[in-house]
């Protein structure tokens, strides 16, 4: 079946406290995002991505992409005020029967095994999401007060959610809501169900300064492996 993968990198450097937006930040040598690119190309040779970015980062994006000689392979769009409008946007460039993965693009350590698994399950059951169980002791707070939650039943939820394009594209047709922070959440509301899958804790969001240093010691930790 026809594979896309909508790549989302639409953050700054507020918080890693640098003027360059964070998709773009070096992790040795190269951009995170050219990382995340490289493993989705590599895992599939039918695979067709589609880059969301903002408007300012789309010269960047295309001399990334061309510096990669990839641009047969790479679409670049441009992003929407949310996370839900520019994955909109993304999908709105397919229109083929296909799996579906979204992938946020700092999400630059996603391996080649955790983006076959989720296809594979997608294929099997309309979805897949991934997602691990959290390390630490977990409270939720209410009026005030607090209680611990067994956190064996909580998990955190990663990309790339991937989903059949039967499902993921006309979940997408809803109106914005707030409530839709993932794409599981726009799948939910359009009334499907959705299926978790084991995640990767090496998987992280480079959010945080600390994340870059975590990230460099993971990828020495899988090119010596």
Known sequence: MKKFAVIVAGGS?????SD???QFLLLKGKPLLQYTLQTFLKTYSDLQIILVLP???IETGEEMVCKMNMEKRVQITTGGATRFHSVQNGLNEIRERSIIFVHDGVRCLVTEQLIADCYQQAL???SAIPAVTPTDSLRVEQDGDSQTIDRNKVRIIQTPQTFISGILLPAFNQQYQPSFTDEATVVEAAGNKVHLIDGDYDNLKITRPIDLVIAEKI??????S
């Open 55 to 57: 408007h300012a980062d």
């Open 124 to 126: 099997e059951k309309g």
């Open 13 to 17: 450097g507020q918080r890693m406290g």
């Open 219 to 224: 990828l020495e930790a899988q090119l010596t």
């Open 20 to 22: 360059i937006p964070k």
